[in-house]
């Protein structure tokens, strides 16, 4: 072969690939050409198996014409692809009916429970007021949740009818919180006045479930030590709570009371809700509902936690959070908030 047969037929090659790549119908057709122009037994593969027998002033010119031939062609095949594969997408997406104004599936959203909207609406009232948050642990010894705030050994609160003790191994007894007022003595004993304190937390007692008593339930404490406080801050304060968090409106009474870590004690009652004060089942014909238990901090709790009752005073409170939240949200019976029926937990 010459070096001019070589070129002419490099020309052929090229204007019969080009066409014909450029025309191809499919990607298997683009395939096909591939094979014919470029695979072991290709045109082109072909033509150039004549490159050996060239000499070699003629083999440097037709080498790189070849090369070429083969790059351009490759590279035309490549685009032939890539241009089908587009194509045959396009008509795919087409022949979907893709309606764009269908809504999308709603994604069932999370939501706060009631009690910790409830809880969240009287932690916010109370930090207004000046109460930052503390903890305490569930599983307590028996010195902070009763011994440290005054209550005796033979005290009734102390009773297994009212008390879940538990096994733990460790030396001292352990309950289960009956309240968060250990809070107090545990953060008492740790920090001295001025201080004021909200704790909310889960509590626990040996009752039955009914509409009214839970086994578990929920309670926030506060407590408020610094020189010269009295009753009258309590009063102020827990009025102001307690219009914040039920309106303006509400009408509350300070009822005598006894506790042992407080003295003198009160309970806070409100005007019932349910039945406006008439009297009902709700609030035992009564019209009032015991909201909460306060009071000034007894000078045997101070002591116990190492505070001067001479020098320092204080009042505290514990409510109970369903309670409240039961005023709050028109809620009768306490079973509603633990039985968690997506019906009731969606209207909050
Ligand atoms: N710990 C009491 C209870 O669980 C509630 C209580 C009453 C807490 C008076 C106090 C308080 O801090 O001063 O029934």
């Known amino acids: 072969m010459t070096l001019q047969e070589f070129k002419t037929l490099c020309a052929q090659i090229e204007r019969e690939y080009t066409d014909k790549i450029s025309s191809a119908a499919d990607l298997n057709a683009v395939e096909e050409l591939r094979v014919a122009a470029l695979g072991r ?10 490159l050996k027998d060239f000499a070699i002033e003629d083999k440097k010119a037709a080498g790189p014409l070849g090369n070429a031939l083969k790059t351009a062609l490759t590279a035309a095949l490549e685009n032939k692809t890539r241009t089908l594969a587009a194509q045959a997408l396009n008509e795919q997406l087409n022949q979907v009916d893709l309606d764009l104004t269908l809504p999308a599936r709603p994604v069932p959203a999370g939501r706060r429970h009631p009690l910790s909207i409830a ?25 902070h949740n009763f011994d440290m705030l005054n209550i005796p050994l033979h005290h009734p609160a102390r009773d297994a009818q009212d008390t879940f003790f538990v096994q733990t191994g460790s030396p001292l007894s352990m ?24 704790a909310p937390g889960r509590v626990f007692r040996n009752d039955s479930l009914d509409a009214t008593h839970s086994p578990v339930f929920h309670q926030i404490e506060g407590l408020y030590v610094d ?3 009295n009753m009258a801050d309590l009063k102020r304060d827990l009025t102001a709570f307690m219009k914040g968090l039920l309106g303006d409106k509400t009408e509350i009474r300070f009822r ?26 709700i609030c035992k014909g009564t ?16 002591k116990n936690c190492g505070i001067d009752p001479e020098v320092y005073s204080g009042y505290a409170f ?13 809620i009768n019976d306490i079973r509603t908030f633990y039985e968690n029926d997506l019906r009731i937990l969606n209207q909050f």
């Open 41 to 50: 037994k290709g045109a082109l593969t072909e033509l150039l198996k004549n």
């Open 119 to 143: 809880q969240k609406r009287m932690t916010d009232i109370l930090s207004k007021l000046g109460f930052t948050w503390a903890e305490g642990p569930w599983v307590e010894d028996e010195k």
């Open 175 to 198: 309950v289960l919180r009956t309240h968060t007022s250990n809070v107090q003595s545990r953060f008492m004993e740790k920090h001295k006045p001025p201080l004021r304190i909200m």
């Open 227 to 229: 020189k010269n406080v």
């Open 256 to 281: 005598p009371s006894f506790f042992p870590f407080t003295e003198p004690s009160a309970e806070v009652d409100v005007k019932c809700v349910f039945c406006a004060g008439k009297g009902c089942n």
């Open 287 to 302: 019209g009032w509902i015991e909201m909460l238990g306060s009071g000034v901090v007894h000078p045997n709790v101070l």
């Open 318 to 330: 514990g409510m109970g959070v369903e309670r409240l939240a039961m005023m709050m949200m028109n």
